[in-house]
Structure formats: C-alpha cells, structure tokens
C-alpha cells in the first residue's frame, strides 16, 4: 500500500508547530484559543484516523472527544481525552493496528492521551458501573469517522443517565464531597488546585451533568463568566509553568497575573475567589433542589395513597412576618411586599438563619429585585434583623452566602465591597477578609452571654478588620469606617463610640498581653486609658478571642488566652476605681402618674397603648416600629410573670422592658405603692391585639382564673417551633456592683417566647419580690436585669444572692 500524502499540518510537526504558534499568539487568549486549540486538534487528529482507518481497513467506527476535549475545552496542557468507537464488525487485530496508527503519533508529541476503544454497548455497560466514565460520555462529541455511530452512542448514553438520575446523582454528590474533604475550598486557599477543590472546574463540569438529568438545573447568572475565568486562569498557568499542572502556587501567581493582564497576584487570586464563590453557591443550591426533588419522589406514592390519591400540598410554616418555611427552605409568604418592606431581607435572612434553614435562590432573588432601600439611619428593627442574623451561630454562613450572591450585602453595606473575597497572605489566616469577617461573628456568637450588649459584640465582629484593603493601618482606617457603618444602622452616638473602640483598638489585648511586661503599672494603665469602661473592656475581651478563633488554629491558644485574661483582669481593677456611683431612678413621667392614680382608684390593671415611629418615609409618613405599652396596677405578687405571660399568648415579642415600684404621696388623694411597667412589643406576625383583650387577660392571669403555663404548652405542642440553631446556653449571675438597695441579679439567655415569663415565675417561686426590672432584646439575645429583695424588703445576703442565681440558670437550661 503507498501512503497517502499528508496535508502539512496533519503530519505531526505540522502540527506542532502551528499549536506553538497559536499558544504564543499573545492577541488570542481565552475561550477563542481554546476553540482554535481544539480545532487544529480535531483537524489534526481526525486526519489521523481517517488515513489510519483505510490504512487497516476499518469501517464502523469512529473517533470520538470526551471529557474535556469533547466540551472543546482544551487547555495549553491538557490531556486529549479519545474514544475509539466501533460497530464490532472488524477483527481485533484491525481495530488494534487502527488504535495504534492513532494513539502513537499523539504520544510521540509528548502529549498526554487518556484513551479506550469500546463498542456502543461496551462504553455504556463500563459508564453504568463507573461514574466517572459516564460523566465523560456526557460530553462526548464526534471528531471523525461514522457519524451516525458517535450520535447513537450520545443518545443512548443521555437516555441512560435520565433513567438513572436518582441513583446516579447520590453517588455523583458523593463524589464531590469527598473531593472537596481532599482538596479544601478553592475560595479560600492562598495555593489554590483550580479543577479539584470545591468551587472549581470539576463542580461546574458536575453541574453540566446535573443539568444534562433533567432533574434540576444550576442558577445559571454568573456560571458561564465563572468558569471561563477559572478556564482563563488554568491556561496562564499551563503556560507560565510548561506543566500540566492545576494548582496555583505562590511563586507562580505573579507570573499568571502578567499572563493574564492583571495588576498582581492580589487581582488574580480575588477574580479567581469570586469565580469559585459563584460556582460553589450555585452547587449548594442545585444540590439541595436535587435532594428536594428525589425526595419528594419517594415520598409522593405513599402520601397518593394516604390522601386518596389526590396530590399532597406543601404546608407553609409562619416564620415571621412575611416570611415562611416551604418544603426545608425559607420562601416569601404569598402576602409579603418586598417593594414596600425594605427591612424584609434582614428580616427574611434573620429568620433562616435562627431556624438553621437555606433561603431559597427564588426568594432572595426577588428580595435583590424589588427591595428599595433601607432609609438613614437604618429604623431600629433593621438593626435588630442583623444583629439576630449575627448572632445565629454556623447557620448565619449560608444565608450570608445566598444574600452576598445576588448583591445583597453590598447593598445593605456598601463597604464591604473593599473586603468581599480580598486574599489574606498571612498563612495564619484560613479565610479571605470578609469570611473571616462573618466567622468572627459565627465565633462571637457563642460568647455573648459574657457581655451585656451582644449587639456591639457581633456588629464589632463583623466590623474589625473592615480596614482592610484600604492605606496604611487597616485598625486606623477601619475605625473610621466603622463609625460612619455604626451610624448608618441606627446605633446612638455612644454606641458608635463604643464600636469604633472596638475596631480601633482589637488587637490591643492580644499584642499587649503577649508582648508588654504586664507587672509594668504603666502598661496596664495604657490600656485602660485607651479602653475606657469596663463594658467596652468586656466587649473588646470577648471580640479578642472571636477575632483569634475565626483567624485560624494557629491564632489562639490556652496560654494566649491565659495572658490576655490576666491582662484583663489587673486593667478592670483599674477601670472599676473609675466606676460612677449608682444613679437616683427618673421620677414617673406625667401619664405614668395619671395611670398610678387610676390602677390605685379602681385597684386594677390600667393600660395605655401609643405606636412608637421612627423617622418619616420617602411618602412622609412615620415609619412604625413597634408600640409601647404601658400598664399600671396595686403592687402585688405575680405581676411580671403574669404581664410577660400575656404578651408571649399573644404571640407579641418583648424588645425592652422596665418595671419598677412607686409609692405615690398622700397629696394625690390615693397613697400607696404602685407597679409601673414599660415594655416596647412588636407582633411576631399579623396585627396587634386590642388593649381591651390584653387587659382581660391580665385580670384573668392575675386573679388565676387563666393558666399562662398551661396555654403557652398546649400552643407549643400544637404547633412546635422549628428548633434551629444551639445557642449559647444561660446564664446567670449576680451583678458585683449592684445597688444599695437591692440585689441585682442578671439573665442573658437566648430569646423565645415564654422566656421573661418563666424567669418571673421561677423569681415568685424563689420567694423574692422583684422591685424593679430592666429587659432588653438584641437581636435573639435576651439582657435582663432584675433588682430582686427578700420579703422583707432588703437585699439578699451573699449566699440566698448566689443560690438564687443557681437555681434559675438550672430552671433556664432546664
């Protein structure tokens, strides 16, 4: 037989050559030289089998590109993934001779050939027990030779996967799993493995096949421009290394960024993060809808059955207001108005969050598309959303995640933009600056019960290194940009001073506890000059081991977090010389006496409702953020359990209270001791009671003819609330600088419904009058405080104090 001439790029150093030129050609990148690439491959290639069929005699068959070559994705290094195809008709020996004709010339190029020759039912019977193989013939794409057995070949194989989606999509997570355990979040390694950590080209190569099931299908805004940019950077780096080589070390990042046109190292790291944070949002969200999808299926026979056959329908669980649980996911109530309720993101992730429950892609994509935004400053109970969003512990990462994916985090906060998936090259650090961000909060979260404000614990988490990526000392820049954020929100100008104290000064703990000679008076004094209270030295306390914890394991230790304790205690002792003296309580208001006379005249409850605004809308209208009640009646035993009891029936949720006795003078014609209380509530859902319903209550709840106990347990067991993340359990303790004239006992435990009213019953039962009392909610952490005497009427020795405080902390945990 006479060979046949070649065509100059056919033979192999024709081909070569125009490959070096094409990968040297500067003014073709990306996704077009990767067509090129794969072109003059299929050209090259496919001449082969051709000469190499007729040369052995072959018919029936035909080359064809899988994997990644088959989607026509060829990197500078990348391995040609082939399949010989043929009908079975020819002798072995000739599809052997037609196989080596093929592969020889390719490795005589020194690329690598991942190669198999099959038949159609070969190649389906070795994709149906090995998964990794049938996710390649997904891609499969007819190069040269019987076209018509390359197309019988990808209809069959889809045809199959269809069929066998709900056992093959398990394993395929599996597989995923697995491989993201090995390799590490791609968006958060500084040496980055671009195709096998999570986020990268193989999970979006396992969302194509998710898709190719037909079952579910991946968000697809932002996917495409996601993996050409991870594609892009695979190609600079196989060019820069001359390797087949997928991870992106450190000395190799400057050059990949030249590569690619970009300033530096930092610019390419952080385009590669955010294309890695798409692609890993949008697998947390196909997979769950795959889950949902298969198990409705096996569910939905048994429930035709059960319901007569007719088709279940989905129940939807009351959240809060405007937002409801739908088959395991957070959805926007069929009532909810997004375009007329700015607070309802925070609000809608808050409630996710604490029910440790995704927000489904369609709700948060309808909040970033109609929700104006938030007024400023932020109304208060914006603030509180982010606070309880804050301070749900490891389920606030996900919901994060959904609201940063569709921009919703930028908006609320438009700074974060300078820290959204900013490299940190420090090795200590384990996550990018905003993560580490959220995970400080995620760390401060499971502190707040050592603090009395939670709410300036979590926000300073979520703020200390906010700096960062601007000029100079991010603790400098950062306090500037966290008094302007504080401000925004809503907090008062102590609390923004507060807070900038925080960011200004979090590494001041740390850095002076480890590196000053702590015996040095001086030293100590620096600190609390800089400090100020013993509040904010609480605060910047527990901010100190939330920063450490969330930086990496490397950042926090037991002798670490020995030293900065002995460091805070010696600068307390010095800031508690500083304390002020216990102020004298505000006189009643003019209503509050007007209401004092009434309860006193009638020797009933008297209560008062006025809605509480903030400032006006765009419209002009006051914007309504919840209502204060005030009521007043005799003193006597059970109030606050009876009041708190009430309020909680009534599904209204306590955001700050106050209770104190009166004795009003002889003058006022009705002398007596009288119980004001104050209490700011808001509906959890739907409208306010009237005050005429609440008042019958209380006469019933106090002359016991209703039992609060009884109806809050027979509510909950009809309708359970979702038991979402594990909060911090209580605590209790006795205030050391309490009052003269009491004793102070304090309660910081996780808000729920019911809560101040078992704290009341347990005081009743402990035989103490309560004489006055100072509850405030912020976000779900409850902050009470209750000045509590004996019976008769003075403080409680040091040892009743401390039993006290023991036997309710065990009733709350309890």
Known sequence: ???????????????????????????????????????????????????????????????????????????????????????????????????????????????ALDHSVRTPGEARKTAGSDLKVQLGLLDARHVAGDLGLTTGLRTAVLADWRNQAPKRLPELYELCTERAERQGELQFLLEPDLKEARGGLRDATALRAVAASWLADAPREGLDGARRRLMDARDALHLVTGRATDRLALQEQDQVAAELGLLDADVLLRQVYEAARTVSYASDVTWREVNRVLKARSARPRLRTMLGGKPPVAERTPLAEGVVELEGEVVLARTAKPEKDPVLPLRAAAAAAQAGLPISLHAVRRLAGAVKPLPVPWPAEAREQLVTLLGAGESTIPVWEALEAEGLITQLLPDWERVRCRPQRNPVHTWTVDRHLVEAAVRASSLTRRVGRPDLLLVAALLHDIGKGWPGDHSVAGEVIARDVAARIGFDAGEVAVLSTLVRHHLLLIETATRRDLDDPATVRSVADEVGSLSTLELLHALTEADALATGPAAWSAWRGSLVADLVKRVGAVLAGDAPEEPEPAAPSAEQERLAIEALRTGEPVLALHAQTEAPQEDGRPEPVGVELLIALPDQPGVLPAVAGVLALHRLTVRAAD???????????????????????????GSLPQAARLRADLVRALDGSLDIRAKLAEREAAYPRRRGVQAPPPRVKVAAAGSRLATVIEVRAQDAPGLLHRIGRALEGAGVRVRSAHVSTLGANAVDAFYVTGAEGAPLSGEAAAGLARGLEAELRG
Request: glycine fraction near 10%.
């Open 1 to 111: 037989m006479t060979d046949q001439p070649e065509h100059p790029e056919s033979a192999p150093s024709g081909y070569a050559a125009a490959r070096l030129r094409l990968l040297n050609e500067k003014a073709q990148s990306g996704p077009p030289r990767r067509s090129a690439l794969c072109k003059l491959t299929d050209d090259w290639i496919g001449a082969l089998f051709t000469s190499a069929a007729e040369a052995a005699g072959v018919r029936g068959a035909a080359l064809v590109a899988v994997g990644g070559y088959g989607r026509g994705e060829l990197s500078p290094r990348s391995d040609l993934d082939l399949l010989l195809l043929h009908d079975g008709s020819a002798d072995a020996g000739a599809i052997a001779s037609l196989a080596d004709r093929v592969w020889y010339p390719v490795w005589d190029l020194g690329l």
């Open 659 to 685: 209770l104190r006795a009166v004795e009003l003078p002889g003058e006022l014609g009705v002398p007596g001791d009288v119980l004001l209380l104050s209490w700011r509530v808001a509906a959890e859902y």
